[in-house]
């Protein structure tokens, strides 16, 4: 499901961001990636944009650019294995 | 609920009440029903004026409901009904003080009661419950703009 | 790199300024150079370029404010500005302002900022709210992770600006820790852009082929333009098409994420996110039921605060410069220089001034509205109904402070990222009817409409909005259509706006009123007297004069719109600045003792009646606000092209409404 569908209140997880471009860009940028919680807050009184809570802040979007965040009700595996971390180059 | 709170709620309640009669009194004044018992309020029949109170009452009366914890209604309630006090005090004197700077020509007998309107009273009400419940209602919390 | 020099004679730092959007870069910028700042334009694109220097223990240390970003991907040249500067001008050192109480999302910047290999300092930012929360950083630790020195500030109370000082004069002198995010599985293709990048000695020479590689897989406009018309670009590109790239920029931004996740648990203890006081709040104020209506009651109360509050300093500035006027007609000879000074130049200046009291209490209440945040909430609120028209909510608050004056609407509309929607925004502000407009609307609703006058005058604010509404939709569906924009905006936590940055802001904002509006007001409006009162001995604005010519060049122009040549010239007036456009009228009709006279005069006048007058109001309303207005959109949009079109559309739908009025109205009700 996507972000736009959680009702409010509720806590879900990414999984993936589709679409493409610098909506997309700037949705990971804001935090929305794959792994992290999002807690759905509130809709606006008119029916949107949508508040959530993500890494610690309040983001405001539209549910025509939630449709682009896939979340699960699970916190998905952890499927990247390659030690990441920090290294000179 | 502590002891502290129930007066609080309470006085939430009178605030509610207060407001939410008075705006309705400035609506039907705004109609154009003339009763002396308005004027003696000082109702001034303004449809907008109707609608400040209104809302005010509605915020004090929403937060009454609340279950879970309504001081935030108490505190947004206070902080509107101190603004509008501001607001009004800031006309009552820029009419005060166009009456000083171009004499009474310019405004035929105008007194500062002319001025005066229930948000104006009202709002010292708010403002003395927000005097009383200071800390129940932590403004220290907020933090200073950096932006 | 700075150099010291064995005499000791050090060269400037130069310093690029980064950070969020929210985070106070600009409490900081202001605090570090203060009054030493320089406001440009960065070449080819609209944003502000704010530069400021700094003198500090020998250094000469110059600051570059950066447009606050989240991100350096760039998909428009406007969002390039960061990178370009960093690329191209070489600064020594890289300075980011972190809001210490939203660590995670603002180390984004931190992971991308790092890739440039550049010496970095990050001020720990707003960390007295970290504090009140009971959350504290382990300074060394980020450090020791990241490389780069950490310091502790608070902007706002210029707390920590020295230790930050000394922490970039420390950095432009050692060599950067150069670390930088390891990809994971991305390696390999990184590695494989790297190998064909380095084909191009002269490419990889200039730039880091890493850093160019993982911004390809992005899609970086600016990269992308640097490589596109190189011959390694045959052998890259269709790489590029073969990779899954929605898979890989999601794992370039799960990967720095991942490093984020390792620094935060290493330097944040007690970092443990609490409902504030904040989302409480906002309870009420985003209220299903209560948040639109607690806006426009505050929407309303801002707008009786600006104008009956400012209305005796209006009034006793008005009567000043009477005074004044007088006191020169009386005292000044000879006649002409009199009259160019009363008329003209005390006119003028007057003309500015007395919308200074409005203009100062508006900017004070959107000071303390948007460093308290509720700005962004109101944004929240109107999104739904911006969207509808094409708009986004962010362009609520231009539209409805153009009810004030265009002017600082205009230059407000700085708030909306997303250029389309500015565009659009800045094209539909000037119809929405600014205080300016209305003396006109008062003249003439009072003068053919008495006891209707004031819904006359309400037609008229719907009218204008209106017509920017429809504006915004045609040109978002037919201008711009097919390219949707997103709304996607931080709602920052509440704060109490300090009245050092409210005050700051208020007088920055004034200034440049007075200042832009002021100079072309002054300058128009002398070059009417002088119209007004040329060939010499005619009668100031009478018959003969040279502007009174020009009304009559183009009285055929207006005719069918039901104007003679004095409401033509009063209209050319108008151009200069609305404010003018009654004094203007009271000369033409010669009724220049007061209001009454000229409300009697305009009733005498055979030609005008109802029809015409609303023609006449209707006018006014859309046509071009006024040169400043004219100048500030081509300040905001740096187009001739986009301002031109603004001024002749406004031209253009007044003279067509108008007309319609005239040529419908005046058979059915003349």
């Known amino acids: ?89 | 609920m502590s002891k502290d709170d129930r007066y609080l709620t309470t006085f939430g309640g009178l605030l509610a009440f207060l407001y939410l009669a008075f705006g309705v009194f400035e609506a039907i004044g705004g109609i154009g029903y003339d009763g002396e018992w308005l004027g003696a309020l000082c109702v001034q029949g303004n449809v907008m004026d109707a609608f400040v109170l209104l809302v005010i009452g509605a915020v004090f009366a929403f937060g009454l409901r609340e279950r879970r914890d309504g001081s935030a209604f108490m505190l947004i309630g206070m902080a509107l009904g101190i603004v509008f006090l501001a607001i009004y005090l800031v006309l009552m004197g820029a009419n005060a003080l166009g009456l000083l700077i171009f004499g009474s020509e310019h405004m035929e007998g105008w007194t500062a009661m002319d001025s005066m309107r229930p948000g104006l009273y009202l709002g010292i009400l708010a403002t003395v419950g927000g005097c009383i419940w200071r800390r129940r209602l932590s403004p220290s919390r907020l933090s200073r703009a950096g932006a | 790199m700075s150099e010291v020099t064995d005499e000791g004679a050090k060269k400037a730092i130069r310093v690029a300024l980064c950070g969020n959007p929210n985070v106070g870069k600009s409490s900081l910028f202001n605090a570090l150079t203060g009054s030493r700042q320089h406001v440009g334009n960065w070449p080819g694109v609209t944003v502000e370029r704010k530069s400021g220097y700094r003198n500090y223990r020998g250094h000469r240390i110059e600051i570059v404010d950066l447009p606050g970003t989240y991100s350096l991907i760039a998909s428009a040249k406007d969002e390039e500005v960061a990178t370009r500067y960093i690329i191209e001008e070489d600064p020594d050192v890289v300075l980011q302002v972190v809001d210490s109480s939203n660590l995670e999302r603002n180390l984004y910047l931190t992971m991308q900022l790092m890739e440039f290999g550049k010496p970095m300092v990050l001020a720990m930012n707003m960390s007295d709210i970290t504090e009140e929360r009971g959350d504290s950083l382990d300074l060394d630790a980020l450090k020791r992770f990241l490389g780069t020195p950490a310091v502790r500030t608070v902007a706002s109370q210029g707390i920590g600006l020295e230790d930050l000082l000394d922490a970039v004069v420390g950095a432009a002198t050692k060599p950067p820790a150069d670390r930088r995010v390891g990809y994971g599985e991305l390696e390999a293709t990184i590695s494989d852009l790297r190998e064909m990048i380095d084909k191009d000695g002269e490419i990889s020479s200039r730039f880091s082929s890493r850093w160019m590689a993982t911004r390809l897989i992005e899609n970086d406009s600016y990269v992308r333009r640097l490589l596109s018309d190189r011959s390694i670009w045959q052998d890259i590109e269709p790489y590029l098409s073969r990779m899954d790239r929605e898979e890989s920029e999601m794992d370039l931004a799960d990967s720095r994420y991942s490093v984020i996740d390792e620094v935060v648990v290493l330097s944040c203890r007690r970092c443990k996110p609490k409902r504030s006081v904040s989302d409480n709040m906002d309870r009420v104020l985003v209220h299903k039921y209560l948040g639109i209506p607690i806006f426009l009651i505050l929407l309303w109360g801002a707008f009786e605060l600006t104008f009956s509050a400012a209305t005796p300093f209006m009034d006793l500035i008005d009567s000043g410069f009477a005074e004044l006027g007088t006191w020169v007609a009386d005292n000044v000879q000879p006649d002409w220089l009199a009259s160019l000074m009363a008329d003209g130049i005390i006119g003028g200046v007057g003309s500015v001034l007395i919308f200074l009291p409005n203009i100062i209490i508006m900017f004070l209440i959107l000071g303390i509205l948007e460093d308290s945040g509720y700005l962004a909430r109101v944004a929240f609120l109107m999104d739904r109904l911006m969207n509808r028209i094409g708009l986004q909510g962010k362009s609520a608050i231009p539209l409805l402070m153009g009810f004030g004056c265009n002017i600082p609407a205009i230059m407000a509309t700085r708030s909306i990222d997303d250029r389309k929607d500015r565009l659009i925004t800045i094209m539909a502000t000037p119809f929405m009817s600014c205080s300016a407009r209305l003396p006109v609307f008062i003249l003439f609703a009072g003068a053919f409409f008495s006891h209707m006058a004031g819904t006359i005058i309400f037609m008229m604010y719907m009218i204008g909005i209106v017509v920017a509404i429809v504006t915004a939709k045609l040109l978002r569906t037919f201008v711009f259509k097919g390219e949707p924009s997103a709304f996607i905006m931080e709602l920052p936590p509440y704060r109490l706006p300090t009245i050092r940055s409210v005050g700051v802001h208020t007088w920055d904002r004034a200034y440049m009123y007075v200042r832009k509006a002021g100079t072309i007001i002054l300058l128009g409006v002398v070059a009417i007297w002088a119209l007004a009162s040329l060939p010499f001995g005619v009668e100031y604005g009478g018959e003969d004069s040279w502007i009174a010519i020009i009304g009559k060049v183009f009285e055929p122009l207006v005719e069918p719109l039901g104007f003679d040549w004095r409401i033509a010239v009063a209209l050319l007036f108008g151009f200069i600045a609305k404010e003018i456009v009654v004094g203007g009228l009271m000369t033409l009709y010669g009724a220049g003792e007061s209001e009454d006279a000229l409300t009697d005069a305009l009733k005498a006048d055979g030609s005008l009646n109802q029809v015409n007058a609303f023609g006449l109001m209707t006018f006014s309303l859309l046509y071009m606000p006024c040169v400043a207005a004219a100048g500030v959109i081509w300040g905001e949009t740096r187009s001739w092209k986009w301002t031109l079109f603004s001024v002749a559309y406004g031209i253009a739908i007044a003279y067509v409404i108008a007309l319609l009025i005239w040529q419908i109205g005046g058979p059915l009700f003349g």
């Open chain 1, 1 to 89: 499901m996507s972000l736009a569908d959680p009702p409010v209140g509720g806590t879900v997880y990414v999984t993936s961001i589709r679409g493409s471009g610098s909506i997309r860009g700037r949705i990971m940028a804001m935090g929305l990636v794959p792994g992290t919680a999002v807690e759905i807050i509130r809709r606006a009184p008119l029916g949107d944009p949508l508040e959530v809570r993500v890494k610690g802040y309040n983001l405001s979007l539209r549910a025509q650019d939630a449709l682009l965040v896939m979340v699960s009700s699970e916190l998905p595996a952890r499927a990247r294995n390659d030690p990441k971390g920090l290294g000179g180059v």
